[in-house]
């Protein structure tokens, strides 16, 4: 069993910043692949980026590609994703989850990923 917690959400304006945490407890953490997924209103929740259980590799949405980062520390049992030049379209609730095993061809689907946070809100106004 995996716990995630997320936090670092809040109201920015386009072309700010926000860097969301995402805090795990429970099973090792580095057993899991760690993803981002967002939901707006009226939207399916939607793939935003993942990091491997080793950090080595990263792969994200062409909609933030270049402007949002994914990270873990080991240490702090933490994921972090640093979110950069936002836009008003980046509005969503934004929710970490962990994976046992995904694939390239599994890894941007809702039911791969094994475990969920609660979400954490990002507002960004124009």
């Known amino acids: 069993q995996v716990q995630l917690v997320e936090s670092g959400g809040g109201l920015v304006q386009a072309g700010g910043s926000l860097r969301l945490s995402c805090a795990a407890s429970?099973?090792?953490?580095?057993?899991?692949?760690m993803g981002w997924f967002r939901q707006a209103p009226g939207k399916e929740r939607e793939f935003v980026a993942v990091?491997?259980?080793?950090?080595?590799?990263?792969y994200y949405a062409d909609s933030v590609k270049g402007r949002f980062t994914i990270s873990r520390d080991y240490a702090k049992n933490t994921g972090y994703l640093q979110m950069n030049s936002l836009k008003p379209e980046d509005t969503a609730v934004y929710y970490c989850a962990a994976a046992l095993d995904i694939t390239i061809g599994t890894m941007i689907h809702r039911s791969s990923y094994d475990y969920w946070g609660q979400g954490t809100q990002v507002t960004v106004s124009s």
């Open positions: 429970g099973r090792t953490f580095s057993s899991y692949y």
């Open positions: 990091i491997a259980r080793s950090g080595g590799s990263t």
